[in-house]
């Protein structure tokens, strides 16, 4: 049987989007491969009815830097994110799926069977489960740091349809299908600043969420964390001290929630600098001084900043500015995108981080 990694091939040619295609085709085990793949998100079943070896799926996946564009074909399956699976992995993103053809019907709560043309938003939070059949599909999968709380909040959002026939909808689709096209094509500039601005665009196009109660406001530990020090970055003050007395949280569990990134302060460093290199690749914030830019993000002093920038993505602020302007893929190196050879899984799981 072959692996899911062995059926994964990177592409680029002429595109500085980082793609990779996946094909059950040629496979013994196609559904195992399939689910192979899927297996960081979902746990995939095969429809009662088809035999394994009949079965034929395939995936594109483009990375964005920010988000994850993909393209799926897929004779069909159940697939499921229960509350079990839930407790332990840490997928804590929103899906915006779009049916080209076919059919995919979401169970209960949510229980809809969606039509060509229907964009469906899904947080991977929440439990959920749903059909396929016959279905092309386009996926955009971001963090949900990376949206603001108002849109995306600590508790899980309930999933929402917008019908092929809503203005929002369309726009949507029309986006997404834009953003396959022009993958092929994308300069290292076009790219980055595509990775800086979508997340905003996004966040407007869907618009604010129901209303965090009190209850719902405390939510999962790791997410009130983490969406807390995302929308403090521009506080000096915020620390370890500042979030146990912020957030009520005591220092073992600070030391917990963040032991594998080397500790909540290496943690805050690192997301001030991605929000930094964020700002320096968006054509929006071309004018605007670098200083202005590091003291905005907690940085006390210009030159500090400037060394633990080049320290993390190799080159020093300004000549990334210049790099992405003027879409120089050999100066912008890797600064938000994946190392080569890096599996689905990988690519998923490192969106946002830096």
């Known amino acids: 049987m072959h692996t899911s990694d062995e059926l994964t091939s990177a592409t680029s040619g002429e595109s500085a989007v980082p793609s990779f295609h996946f094909a ?19 746990d995939s079943f095969l429809p009662d009815t088809s035999p394994s070896g009949g079965f034929e799926a395939s995936l594109i996946v483009h990375h964005f830097g920010t988000f994850l564009l993909c393209r799926s074909v897929v004779d069909g399956g159940r697939y499921r994110r229960t509350p079990a699976r839930l407790a332990r992995d840490d997928i804590d993103h929103i899906v915006i799926s779009c049916l080209l053809r076919g059919a995919v019907t979401l169970a209960p709560p949510a229980a809809r069977r969606l039509c060509p043309g229907d964009v469906a938003v899904l947080d991977l939070s929440a439990p959920m489960a749903f059909a396929m059949k016959a279905a092309e599909t386009m996926h955009l999968i971001l963090p949900r740091t990376l949206l603001p709380s108002a849109v995306a909040p600590v508790q899980p959002i309930p999933g929402r349809i917008l019908t092929k026939d809503a203005a929002m909808g369309i726009i949507l689709r029309k986006f997404l299908e834009a953003l396959c096209g022009a993958a092929r094509s994308l300069s290292a500039g076009e790219l980055l600043a595509l990775g800086a601005s979508v997340p905003d665009l996004l966040a407007s196009s869907l618009g604010p969420g129901s209303p965090v109660t009190p209850r719902d406001a405390r939510g999962n530990l790791s997410r009130r964390l983490r969406r807390h020090i995302e929308e403090n970055l521009h506080r000096r003050d915020l620390s370890p001290a500042g979030l146990t007395r912020d957030l009520g949280v005591s220092r073992s569990q600070l030391y917990r929630q963040f032991g594998t990134e080397g500790g909540v302060e290496t943690y805050i460093r690192r997301r001030r600098l991605r929000r930094c290199l964020l700002i320096l690749c968006d054509p929006r914030h071309a004018d605007r001084r670098i200083a202005d830019i590091a003291y905005e993000m907690g940085f006390a002093d210009e030159a500090h900043f400037s060394r633990l920038f080049r320290r993390t993505f190799g080159l020093s602020p300004r000549a990334a500015r210049t790099a992405a302007r003027l879409g120089e893929g050999s100066g912008l190196g890797t600064l938000l995108l994946p190392p080569a050879g890096a599996s689905f899984a990988r690519w998923l799981t490192g969106l946002g981080s830096s």
């Open 24 to 42: 059950t085709a040629g496979n013994r085990f196609p559904f195992e491969a399939w689910r192979s793949l899927l297996i960081v998100l979902f």
